[in-house]
């Protein structure tokens, strides 16, 4: 068995056995870690959260997944590219790396990342959408906003998610 661990600024969820902030704590979070997974959206916040410095506090041997957003990394493609190159090629710290978000998409076939040997690209597949599923959440959705009763699946604008 493992523990898991969430850094998040406002929402732990219950079977979380410690959470972490967005700031001066998250030194401790990678170093604790033998598996990253992010799942962060891409706010003003996130863009260029793990970046080369905050890599290189992982712990040796770790696996980085990343199926929130491609700008975790950098801002642009080469930023994201060097940032995870970097972090890689690094003695310790991260291992291995699955990607299955770019900040560009689909990842350009130029990417160096194709061909590094500790990347696994996946493709950018989240779940299967069946349009009956979309059509039945819509339809009690429509009917929430006509009775003014709150709504399933609302993106907050303020939060950028």
């Not at 033998?34 to 410095?53: H, M």
């Not at 940032?83 to 090629?89: K, S, Y």
């Not at 989240?126 to 699946?153: I, Q």
């Amino acid at each position: 068995g493992g523990a898991m661990w969430d850094v998040s600024n406002d929402f732990t969820p219950k079977f979380v056995d410690k959470a972490f902030g967005m700031n001066s704590e998250i030194v401790n979070f990678f170093a604790g870690c033998d598996v990253v997974i992010n799942l962060l959206p891409s706010t003003r916040e996130t863009v260029g959260f793990l970046n080369k410095n905050t890599l290189r506090k992982c712990r040796d041997g770790c696996l980085l997944i990343n199926v929130g957003r491609g700008d975790i990394f950098g801002a642009t493609d080469y930023e994201a590219e060097e940032t995870i190159c970097a972090a890689l090629d690094a003695p310790g710290g991260v291992e291995k790396c699955v990607l299955d978000v770019f900040t560009t998409e689909p990842l350009p076939q130029h990417s160096p990342l194709w061909a590094h040997p500790k990347v696994k690209v996946t493709p950018h597949v989240a779940a299967v959408t069946h349009v009956n599923d979309v059509a039945a959440v819509f339809k009690e959705n429509l009917a929430s906003f006509r009775d003014g009763r709150e709504m399933k699946h609302v993106v907050d604008w303020d939060k950028g998610y």
